[in-house]
């Protein structure tokens, strides 16, 4: 039986990427990841979380993924700038 997709799982398998970009800032992996990395360069590991999830893959599934990514990204870049970039 598929799983049914929905935003839990979205978000959930964004929050696994970005945990890649995380580890790289921390100093925990070398990966070549930064809060530079688009979603783009997620879209294999996306479809491979999908199909380990049991869930079938699509172009809309991929973009909501994406998407999560993208705000996850956003954010946390948006903290650091705000808190330490102080453009004059």
């Known amino acids: 039986?598929?799983?049914r997709f929905n935003r839990t799982i979205a978000?959930?398998?964004?929050?696994?990427?970005?945990?890649y970009?995380?580890?790289c800032?921390?100093?925990?992996?070398?990966?070549?990841y930064n809060l530079d990395t688009e979603k783009d360069e997620f879209e294999?590991?996306?479809?491979?979380?999908?199909?380990?999830?049991?869930?079938?893959?699509t172009d809309k599934r991929i973009m909501i993924i994406g998407d999560y990514y993208k705000q996850f990204r956003d954010?946390?870049?948006k903290q650091?700038?705000?808190?330490?970039?102080?453009?004059?």
């Open 75 to 77: 954010k946390l870049k």
């Open 11 to 19: 978000k959930e398998i964004a929050e696994t990427s970005f945990g």
């Open 44 to 57: 294999q590991n996306f479809k491979e979380d999908l199909e380990e999830k049991n869930i079938v893959v």
């Open 80 to 88: 650091i700038e705000d808190k330490y970039y102080k453009r004059k």
């Open 25 to 32: 800032i921390m100093g925990y992996s070398d990966t070549g």
């Open 1 to 3: 039986m598929k799983t």
């Open 21 to 23: 970009v995380i580890d």
